[in-house]
């Protein structure tokens, strides 16, 4: 039977907005070394570095002992401006796409309704919302123990484009949400809007 690093290996087309698809040539695992999850998360946070000096992103924020590169973009779905916070811990990589706009206390329940509506049908990701503040992020988190730089980079080249992607689909309709709108009709909207 194949362990779950090897069939990661195997992938071909993961579907992230990059296109192409598949590890490149000679990336992935190396099954005859272990790394301790301090190892891997230093070659997590390189990989995090050389894709964004590789995408010749603008760095926001970076905090080495947290191991963090904070971005922001502007979604092309027209949701605004959100942060975009790459963090390497430990075996993981985080990628975690937040809003600027916070939902107001007399929403946070139908904001709640819309988030976890939209959650139900995903496949790669979930929306998360802060209840005491309203803060709105949607997170993705990949296991890459023992994943070389190179598997890495191809990793946050395919997933990052389609985490902003969602983000901003679903991030368009808080102004609605916030003036009152229903929303189960936002998320219908949203849903057959991106088929």
């Given at each position: 039977?194949?362990?779950?690093?090897?069939?990661?290996?195997?992938?071909?087309?993961?579907?992230?907005a990059?296109?192409?698809?598949?590890?490149?040539?000679?990336?992935?695992?190396?099954?005859?070394?272990?790394r301790?999850?301090?190892?891997?998360?230093?070659?997590?946070?390189h990989?995090?570095?050389?894709?964004?000096?590789?995408?010749?992103?603008?760095?926001a924020?970076?905090?080495e002992?947290?191991?963090?590169?904070?971005?922001?973009?502007?979604?092309?779905?027209?949701?605004?401006?959100?942060i975009?916070?790459l963090?390497?811990?430990?075996?993981?990589?985080?990628?975690?796409?937040?809003?600027?706009?916070?939902?107001?206390?007399?929403?946070?329940?139908?904001?709640?309704?819309?988030?976890?509506?939209?959650?139900?049908?995903?496949?790669?990701?979930?929306?998360?919302?802060?209840?005491s503040d309203?803060?709105?992020?949607?997170?993705?988190?990949?296991v890459?123990?023992?994943?070389?730089?190179?598997?890495i980079?191809?990793?946050?080249d395919?997933?990052?484009?389609?985490?902003?992607?969602?983000?901003?689909?679903?991030?368009?309709?808080?102004?609605?949400?916030?003036?009152?709108?229903?929303?189960?009709?936002?998320?219908?909207?949203?849903?057959?809007?991106?088929?």
């Open positions: 039977m194949a362990s779950i690093l090897d069939l990661l290996k195997s992938v071909r087309g993961l579907g992230g990059g296109g192409g698809g598949g590890a490149p040539q000679g990336a992935g695992a190396q099954p005859n070394r272990s301790s999850q301090a190892e891997q998360e230093l070659v997590t946070w990989a995090i570095k050389a894709w964004v000096a590789q995408e010749k992103l603008k760095i924020r970076e905090e002992d947290k191991r963090t590169i904070v971005t922001v973009w502007s979604t092309a779905e027209g949701g605004g401006d959100c975009s916070i963090r390497a811990q430990e075996n993981f990589l985080k990628c975690t796409f937040m809003s600027k706009m916070n939902i107001p206390p007399n929403r946070i329940a139908n904001a709640a309704r819309y988030f976890n509506m939209a959650n139900w049908g995903m496949n790669v990701g979930s929306f998360e919302m802060d209840q309203g803060e709105v992020s949607f997170k993705m988190n990949y890459v123990e023992n994943m070389d730089e190179e598997y980079m191809h990793v946050i395919e997933s990052h484009p389609m985490g902003l992607v969602t983000f901003g689909r679903y991030h368009r309709m808080m102004g609605r949400l916030i003036d009152g709108e229903d929303p189960t009709e936002l998320v219908k909207i949203v849903e057959q809007s991106s088929n």
